[in-house]
């Protein structure tokens, strides 16, 4: 709707609902109502009072009602002031009175005055020599009676004209409820088109004002030359920011791969296991082997074991039997493992093997355990009667420790430790209680369940030989420009 149609409508709503002024009208009839009610509770007030007194001065006046009866005249006035006082009283209960009606007050008023004194000289006749039982005189009950009974009509009278009055208040209430919000609604309508509008009106002049601008500056702009538009963009330095960015995050990445390889302590591989250990690192054993490598299983195993063997094979003795001992921190790193690939292989050399372990070939928690110089006097002699080499698995250090003697009696030691774990505090004070109790006699570290690239680190490049395995292992090793490998036993004429 147009703003006109609204504005319309918002008079035509105000004409039908006879408003001038919403607020000042709610207002006053707030105010109307709120004397009214304090007018009306005075007049119950004194009706209530005027009717209870009324009825204890009637029940006082039937033994003067025989006398009070017989003037008619008494009687007859009594009824012309009741019928003034009720005109009176309804005359001044109008709220805002006009002159006639004021007129009319005094003229009633004056009618009740003479209707007073008629009244009161009838009752000095008939009350003259009488009194009441309590003592007073006739007269002047009958002038209380008077006065209550004017009371109680005048209060009589406003109540009714009251209780119309507030009937029609509540009935303007009724009228006047509905009608607020819907002004309101109308008024917000309006006050939103007319925004619209002023808004239009505002973007139109600021139009014309930019309009009225550029016809002024194009009459007095001149074509000189010819624009001429750049070749290339402005030079920046966005491709050095990019550069300097991407040498940063390689930077960042470099330092923190050093960080990590700095704290870490994980054994992992042979210069780790050299470095946190202290000690020679002699061979290293796989875990299990990915599904393309297991029929190379036997292979890879030997090679390893052959490695450490060969480790192993300066430090055995002239003449007698070699004893190997095979010793870790805690159970289960892999002693019995290494044990049994040592014995495979030595027994495939024609070397008579003897592997004894802890708590099966000999109780490691005996006080004889304790006592013992040698080997031979843990176990039955006919088992290591015809050994060539011994390898003896020792219980885990965390459980149990060697006798000096029993480790001054091996000819080696061999610290089997999980390559993938850490090489704690506690490995440290555990290898110098070795070393205090071996003596002289020397100590390796060999890892177990480790990756196939830190078994080669030990034993050379290990099966399968594809090219791209081979490719891998020849930038493990740093290989960068070594030649292919030349027979050098065929005469160079032969090779192709």
Not at 51 to 71: N, P
Not at 135 to 155: I, P, T
Not at 240 to 251: E, K, N
Not at 266 to 275: F, Y
């Amino acid at each position: 709707m147009t703003l006109n149609a609204l504005e319309d409508s918002l008079l035509a709503f105000s004409m039908a609902s006879n408003v001038i002024n919403y607020e000042e009208q709610t207002k006053q009839l707030t105010e109307a109502k709120h004397a009214l009610e304090a007018k009306y509770e005075t007049a119950y007030t004194e009706h209530y009072t005027s009717e209870h007194m009324l009825i204890q001065l009637e029940s006082q006046m039937k033994e003067r009602a025989a006398l009070m009866d017989e003037s008619k005249q008494f009687v007859q006035q009594m009824e012309t002031i009741s019928s003034l006082s009720q005109r009176i009283a309804k005359l001044e209960t109008a709220i805002s009175p006009s002159p006639e009606t004021t007129m009319a007050i005094n003229q009633n008023k004056r009618l009740l005055e003479k209707a007073k004194e008629r009244l009161q000289t009838l009752s000095n006749s008939i009350s003259s020599t009488k009194t009441t039982k309590e003592g007073l005189a006739l007269q002047d009950m009958v002038d209380e009676w008077f006065k209550e009974k004017l009371n109680y009509e005048r209060s009589a009278a406003q109540r009714s004209i009251l209780e119309k009055r507030m009937k029609d208040i509540d009935a303007s209430f009724a009228q006047f409820t509905p009608i607020g919000p819907n002004l309101k609604k109308q008024e917000r309508e309006i006050q939103v088109t007319e925004d619209a509008y002023q808004t239009l009106l505002d973007h139109l002049a600021q139009a014309k004002l930019q309009q009225k601008n550029i016809e002024m500056r194009s009459t007095t702009i001149n074509m000189v030359t010819e624009p001429i538009y750049p070749l290339a963009a402005v030079a920046s330095k966005r491709k050095l920011i990019v550069l300097l960015s991407y040498f940063a995050c390689l930077f960042f990445i470099f330092t923190a791969f050093l960080i990590i390889e700095w704290l870490d302590k994980t054994i992992r591989d042979k210069h780790r296991a050299a470095h946190l250990t202290g000690i020679q690192a002699i061979g290293a054993f796989p875990g299990p082997l990915k599904l393309k490598y297991r029929r190379f299983g036997m292979e890879i195993h030997r090679q390893a074991s052959a490695h450490v063997c060969h480790q192993l094979a300066p430090h055995f003795p002239d003449n007698g039997q070699a004893i190997i001992g095979l010793i870790s921190s805690d159970p289960k790193e892999g002693k019995t493992h290494v044990a049994e690939q040592l014995r495979r292989y030595w027994s495939d050399r024609q070397y008579d093997v003897c592997h004894l372990a802890h708590d099966v070939d000999f109780n490691s928690l005996d006080k004889e355990y304790f006592k013992a110089r040698t080997i031979g006097e843990l176990v039955p002699p006919d088992l290591t009667l015809d050994a060539d080499i011994l390898l003896v698995e020792w219980p885990a250090l965390s459980q149990n420790a060697i006798p000096s003697q029993l480790a001054r009696s091996v000819n080696a030691f061999v610290y089997v430790v999980k390559a993938t774990r850490a090489w704690k505090d506690r490995d440290i004070d555990f290898l110098n209680v070795l070393k205090q109790q071996a003596g002289s006699v020397p100590i390796f570290v060999c890892l177990n369940w480790s990756n196939l690239n830190s078994v080669e680190d030990f034993t050379g490049f290990l099966p399968p030989y594809t090219r791209m395995r081979t490719w891998w292992y020849k930038l493990h090793q740093m290989e960068l420009t070594s030649d292919k490998p030349v027979n050098i036993d065929i005469p160079p004429s032969s090779i192709r």
